[in-house]
């Protein structure tokens, strides 16, 4: 059957135009980057002949290489040098560098690297003897593997034209690096005899060391080129992009006819194809670029559901997010690994859902029991549901946007380290169990050099019962570098006035960047808020940059998904 049409194509002189100006760009940033290598050598060459004649020496010999300088000064911007200029050493005797040439080599070495080691540890550690949450930690983490060589072998085969890849290859790589820290984190609580964390992070450490170090080159690449304005502005579709269904479509679905088409049908009564998702997921085709459409009827889907790596643009639509809801109970404490637990699991790209709901009914007694984790790149909730206690909705990676949805939970109820907007949605803290206390968020940026966060726009934060014993705060950083804005939001007097709860301790790390901007409400007042040096007073425009066009670059793929979005503040 039809799928969606999503947009109309673009006129022949329109797209010759756009071409030109592509091309054009392109120059300019090439000339850019080879300006910056050609100064870099020239430096070198200048302060080795400097060198060589303050020793008496000829300058025409001995001495350092001007290509070495050049290499050094790269890596004089990550945050592990020394394994920057081990892995670019085969660069430092060109007599010719190009600005790809050094990204492409040190993502390369990354790559090897981590599959290399990844190897040689399973190989050690196969689970014989080894108890139920460190036989699930070792499956947690062959899959994040897994998944963070995917990220950087799509970034080493699009890296060709770095102009037209740097969000992309930003994203995936800070992708990359957040699956190789969910592998070490599944370790956490695994009990066996030999202290599994402490091996897999000696096994990983060259190659989160890489990793890190080819994002810290893409990024200072990008910084570059960003004052003529060339980062984020891409070739776009200018036709007029469809409205998005309405009621009235929706009984269209159901009737088999009209505009509106479908691929599949899922009913519990058996009106449909299918009576689970899960088997009209298995008929889905891999890596399509057409969009297929799945609809759910109404009723409760008791399955815990994966939408695989390989399994792309699928898009699945409900009768609302009371009526089409997906179940399931799996938890922690029962012996799943917090990555395993969720009732749907969205990994292939371009996933987009509507009116649907999705439900982990473990009950905070069992800790981390999640409704909904992503990692798909450039993935869509629209008007859906999530609903739990502790880890609700696990924005685990890539870009991903959320609007008009209920998000619902106690502990920590949305995290992860993707770059992820909420926009127009209610969040709704519950009653926990006794003695505990609410975080709404917990951000898991590891590496300064990450394009991630939370951002919080436009939505109501409230309470869903009653919780005036409840102590409840906005959230608390989960790692180093943990980035957090909400603006424009309203926020309940529930919230504690303090407004964050620290990890450990009595502090945060200075590095974290938490920030209010523009909110009302009772819970908005910001004059009792914690002291820290991470919480910022922002600007209009510093805030502007976690809106959606430029922290998801969301005019480059949002408008096609015909879901209704603000681009900026």
């Not at 947690?140 to 998944?147: M, N, S, V």
């Not at 909730?381 to 946007?401: E, G, I, K, M, P």
């Not at 926009?423 to 394009?451: E, F, H, S, V, Y």
Request: charged share 20%; hydrophobic share 40%.
């Amino acid at each position: 059957m039809a799928s969606v049409k999503v947009y109309d194509k673009i006129n022949e002189t329109d797209q010759l135009r756009l071409e030109a100006r592509r091309k054009t760009r392109k120059r300019v940033v090439l000339i850019s980057l080879s300006s910056i290598v050609l100064i870099a050598v020239v430096v070198g060459a200048v302060v080795g002949t400097t060198v060589r004649k303050s020793k008496g020496g000829d300058s025409a010999s001995g001495g350092a290489q001007p290509i070495s300088t050049a290499v050094k000064a790269v890596c004089d911007s990550t945050l592990y040098p020394d394994s920057c200029l081990r892995c670019l050493l085969p660069l430092a005797k060109s007599n010719q560098i190009q600005p790809g040439d050094v990204f492409k080599l040190s993502l390369q070495v990354a790559m090897d690297e981590l599959s290399r080691s990844a190897a040689l540890f399973f190989s050690k550690f196969q689970g014989g003897g080894a108890d139920k949450m460190s036989v699930a930690a070792l499956e947690t983490c062959r899959e994040a593997l897994d998944l963070a060589l995917d990220h950087m072998n799509i970034s080493l085969s699009s890296s060709g034209d770095l102009t037209e890849a740097f969000d992309d290859l930003q994203t995936w790589l800070s992708a990359a690096g957040t699956f190789q820290q969910t592998c070490i984190d599944g370790f956490d609580d695994a009990s066996t005899v030999e202290n599994l964390k402490t091996s897999v992070l000696k096994y990983l450490q060259n190659s989160t060391e890489y990793t890190s170090n080819s994002l810290a080159i893409i990024n200072q690449f990008s910084n570059i080129v960003s004052p003529p304005n060339l980062r984020r502005r891409r070739l776009m579709v200018l036709a007029e992009m469809p409205e998005w269904v309405s009621r009235k479509d929706r009984r269209l679905i159901e009737s088999g006819s009209g505009r509106m088409k479908v691929d599949v049908v899922v009913a519990k009564d058996g009106s449909g194809k299918y009576q689970s998702i899960k088997a009209a997921l298995a008929a889905v085709p891999e890596k399509s670029k057409k969009r297929l459409v799945i609809y759910v009827k109404k009723g409760v889907y008791y399955e815990n559901v994966r939408v695989e790596k390989k399994q792309w643009n699928v898009m699945m639509i409900g009768d609302g997010k009371d009526k089409t809801i997906v179940s399931g109970g799996l938890n922690f404490v029962d012996g799943t690994p917090t990555f395993q637990t969720a009732t749907f699991a969205v990994f292939g790209k371009g996933f987009i859902a509507e009116d649907m709901a999705f439900v982990n009914t473990a009950g905070p007694a069992k800790h981390q029991a999640v409704a909904l984790i992503s990692t798909a790149d450039e993935s869509v909730f629209y008007r859906c549901r999530f609903d739990a206690f502790q880890d609700t909705l696990y924005a685990h990676s890539n870009r991903q946007f959320y609007r008009e949805c209920d998000i619902s939970g106690t502990v920590d109820f949305i995290f992860g380290n993707s770059a992820v907007v909420f926009q127009n949605c209610n969040i709704l803290a519950k009653a926990p169990m006794r003695g505990q206390m609410n975080t709404i968020t917990a951000q898991g940026k590891m590496d300064p050099n990450q394009n991630t966060g939370i951002s919080i726009q436009n939505c109501t934060i409230s309470p869903s019962g009653d919780l005036n014993a409840v102590q409840t705060f906005l959230g608390r950083p989960w790692k180093n570098y943990s980035t957090t804005v909400i603006m424009q939001s309203i926020i309940g007097s529930f919230v504690d006035p303090t407004g964050w709860l620290p990890w450990t301790g009595n502090s945060a790390p200075d590095t974290i960047f938490y920030a209010e901007f523009e909110n009302r409400g009772p819970g908005s007042w910001t004059k009792k808020r914690v002291s820290w040096k991470g919480l910022r007073n922002i600007t209009r425009k510093q805030a502007s940059k976690f809106t959606v066009k430029p922290f998801i670059s969301g005019d480059k793929w949002l408008p096609a998904t015909g879901v209704e979005y603000k681009p900026d503040l």
